[in-house]
T-cell receptor, first 110, second 113 residues
Framework: SQQGEEDPQALSIQEGENATMNCSYK?????LQWYRQNSGRGLVHLIL?????REKHSGRLRVTLDTSKKSSSLLITASRAADTASYFC??????????FGTGTSLTVIP | DGGITQSPKYLFRKEGQNVTLSCEQN?????MYWYRQDPGQGLRLIYY???????QKGDIAEGYSVSREKKESFPLTVTSAQKNPTAFYLC????????????FGQGTRLTVV
């Protein structure tokens, strides 16, 4: 399986704090994406970073990519209770299909 | 409204029965995917389709079948050969394979009773 892994599996923080979650993957990639999933719902795309990029920002989100370590991190700054969700990284496989990691469950306490 | 629709939202199946999950998209996407998600777990790829009349097995295709007779439709059949079918099933689409973003339906929760 090409499934990646996120860590930590679960994270609980106070509102206003920053949340950092990490993703490790196994094969070379063209790009890496982060998705969010509210409980019992589908996934929503957050941000994409290409293999030749090292860092990318979108609003309160900051993503880094280290292809030499096959890892990425997602930082959510100034977290809000509404950020409570599961977060998944996804990589593109050889034929272009998406493979998702195991996810980080984030709880932001008001 | 453009989007991807899965139905039904909840489905109950008796052991030994086949059941078909519906996935329809009006985004004009060529690629479509089926994933299985178990509680507290990530998504595992069942099948994917690059184009009409073509589909490929993912990591866990055993006990499942699909068809892609129309661009907008990619139904998944969970057969009686699938020994542990209770799970949350997610359908997704993208402009093509290797695209930059997948769009997901809201999922179907299948329970074997």
């Amino acid at each position: 399986s090409q499934q990646g892994e996120e860590d930590p599996q679960a994270l609980s923080i106070q509102e206003g704090e920053n949340a950092t979650m990490n993703c490790s993957y196994k094969t070379s990639i063209n790009n890496l994406q982060w998705y969010r999933q509210n409980s019992g719902r589908g996934l929503v795309h957050l941000i994409l970073i290409r293999s030749n990029e090292r860092e990318k920002h979108s609003g309160r989100l900051r993503v880094t990519l280290d292809t030499s370590k096959k890892s990425s991190s997602l930082l959510i700054t100034a977290s809000r209770a509404a950020d409570t969700a599961s977060y998944f990284c996804a990589t593109d496989a050889a034929q272009g299909q998406f493979y998702f990691g195991t996810g980080t469950s984030l709880t932001v306490i008001p | 409204d453009g989007g991807i629709t899965q139905s039904p939202k909840y489905l109950f199946r008796k052991e030994g029965q086949n059941v078909t999950l519906s996935c329809e998209q009006n985004l004009n996407h060529d690629a479509m995917y089926w994933y299985r998600q178990d509680p507290g777990q990530g998504l595992r790829l069942i099948y994917y389709s690059q184009i009409v009349n073509d589909f490929q097995k993912g990591d866990i295709a055993e006990g499942y079948s699909v068809s892609r007779e129309k661009k907008e439709s990619f139904p998944l059949t969970v057969t009686s050969a699938q020994k542990n079918p209770t799970a949350f099933y997610l359908c997704a689409s993208s402009i093509d394979l290797g695209s930059t973003e997948a769009f997901f339906g809201q999922g179907t929760r299948l329970t074997v009773v």
